[in-house]
């Protein structure tokens, strides 16, 4: 079936360090992808999301390509906020299916 | 616009008991879809609802069970609670004239069985 995986957590940046979670999937066929951000306490948001190959998602400056030959849908930030602190998943859904597929989550907390 | 929304936030229930989760989609959306999400693991699909039907169920065991009621809100019951159904159970609602991928994801129930 498919799976999705991310690079092991916690993650632990100064402000306006580099990021990077990197993120791999395994699928049948062509299904978008996301990135999804949990703050404590709180449920899901989409951050951003890629529909095929190729494409970048991008939000708050946030940033990920959908590739197809390495299936990976890596996150990248350039300068990192405190307020970046939060839980972040990755996640494929297909366009012939309901539900996604989630990551196990990367934790990144992010230091003034 | 009132976002999706659940009720009770926090549960704490003994083993062996049944647990009802409840859930209200977002304005104009009339399909639900429940994620359970273990402490430090991402979300895990449970079941979507869809006209009041099952539309589609992840690997859960019948211990789970769903409703969706006319006004679109839905319910999740879990029988003979187990330690391990200790989670946090997300709700998520879309519209089925929507995009496969837009889904609104709910605060969540946290539950544990003690």
């Known amino acids: 079936g498919d799976s999705v995986t991310q690079m092991e957590g916690p993650v632990t940046l100064s402000e306006e360090a580099f990021l990077t979670i990197n993120c791999t999937y395994t699928a049948t066929g062509y299904p978008s992808l996301f990135w999804y951000v949990q703050y404590p306490g709180e449920g899901l948001q989409l951050l951003l999301k890629a529909t095929k190959a190729d494409d970048k998602g991008s939000n708050k400056g946030f940033e990920a390509t959908y590739r197809k030959e390495t299936t990976s849908f890596h996150l990248e930030k350039g300068s990192v906020q405190v307020s970046d602190s939060a839980v972040y998943f990755c996640a494929l859904i297909h366009n012939y299916g309901q539900n996604f597929v989630f990551g196990p989550g990367t934790r990144l907390s992010v230091l003034p | 616009d009132a976002g999706v929304t659940q009720s009770p936030t926090h549960l704490i229930k003994t083993r062996g008991q049944q647990v009802t989760l409840r859930c209200s989609p977002k304005?104009?959306?009339?399909?639900v879809s429940w994620y359970q999400q273990a402490l430090g693991q991402g979300p895990q699909f449970i079941f979507q609802?869809?006209?009041?039907?099952?539309?589609q169920r992840g690997n859960f065991p019948d211990r789970f069970s769903g409703h969706q009621f006319p006004n679109y809100s839905s319910e999740l019951n879990v029988n003979a609670l187990l330690l391990g159904d200790s989670a946090l159970y997300l709700c998520?609602?879309?519209?089925?004239?929507?995009?496969?991928?837009?889904?609104?994801f709910g605060p969540g129930t946290r539950l544990t069985v003690t």
């Open positions: 609802y869809y006209e009041e039907e099952e539309r």
């Open positions: 998520a609602s879309s519209a089925a004239r929507d995009s496969y991928y837009e889904q609104y």
């Open positions: 304005s104009g959306h009339d399909t």
